[in-house]
T-cell receptor, first 113, second 112 residues
């Protein structure tokens, strides 16, 4: 069975500092990987996704993630965060577009002025 | 602008009541999903549907049922609400080809 681990439940970071949110998954087959963001009192929206091809994926709002098959990781990075990046971030995995999507428990990013 | 709408943002119900949560999408997507979101647990899949009148159990279907009579509408039903069903409920839909999910704003349900 697939599972997703987000090791950090809360990440505080100062404004304009870099940030990395970690995601590891377990699967014995090829997967599709996603990062979603949830701003306060809103639903989730897609930040970026990896389906195939280049392992470095760029998303919205300056975020990027790198797929590492050998380490089964898909860490999210941003070189300089803004106050507006304060939100909950979810990593997700699915085997195919027809399959259920498994979400991680989420990482709460707090950007400190 | 594409939309996924949920019937209520906040809802308070009493134990034992029958509760209907409705989700409507204007994206013409085949797949629709209901999740509940609880702190520290992330999103857990309750039910999903790949087509009209079709439904599949997710990871936590107990105490819930669903209805999908039209492609754009997917309803979640709590047959007899209990306090442990107090949660945030999120509806989503996806395009089968790409897998990306589109979420509604959520319904925060409190059962007293």
């Amino acid at each position: 069975a697939q599972s997703v681990t987000q090791l950090d439940s809360q990440v505080p970071v100062f404004e304009e500092a870099p940030v990395e949110l970690r995601c590891n998954y377990s699967s014995s087959v090829s997967v599709y990987l996603f990062w979603y963001v949830q701003y306060p009192n809103q639903g989730l929206q897609l930040l970026l996704k990896y389906l195939s091809g280049s392992t470095l994926v760029k998303g919205i709002n300056g975020f990027e993630a790198e797929f590492n098959k050998s380490q089964t990781s898909f860490h999210l990075r941003k070189p300089s965060v803004h106050i507006s990046d304060t939100a909950e971030y979810f990593c997700a995995v699915t085997k195919t577009s027809y399959d259920k999507v498994i979400f991680g428990p989420g990482t709460s990013l707090s950007v400190i002025p | 602008d594409v939309k996924v709408t949920q019937s209520s943002r906040y809802l308070v119900k009493r134990t034992g009541e029958k509760v209907f949560l409705e989700c409507v999408q204007d994206m013409d997507h085949e797949n629709m999903f209901w999740y509940r979101q609880d702190p520290g647990l992330g999103l857990r899949l309750i039910y999903f549907s790949y087509d009209v009148k079709m439904k599949e159990k997710g990871d936590i279907p107990e105490g819930y049922s669903v209805s999908r009579e039209k492609k754009e509408r997917f309803s979640l039903i709590l047959e007899s609400a209990s306090t442990n069903q107090t949660s945030m409920y999120l509806c989503a839909n996806s395009d089968r080809a790409l897998g990306e999910q589109y979420f509604g704003p959520g319904t925060r349900l409190t059962v007293t």
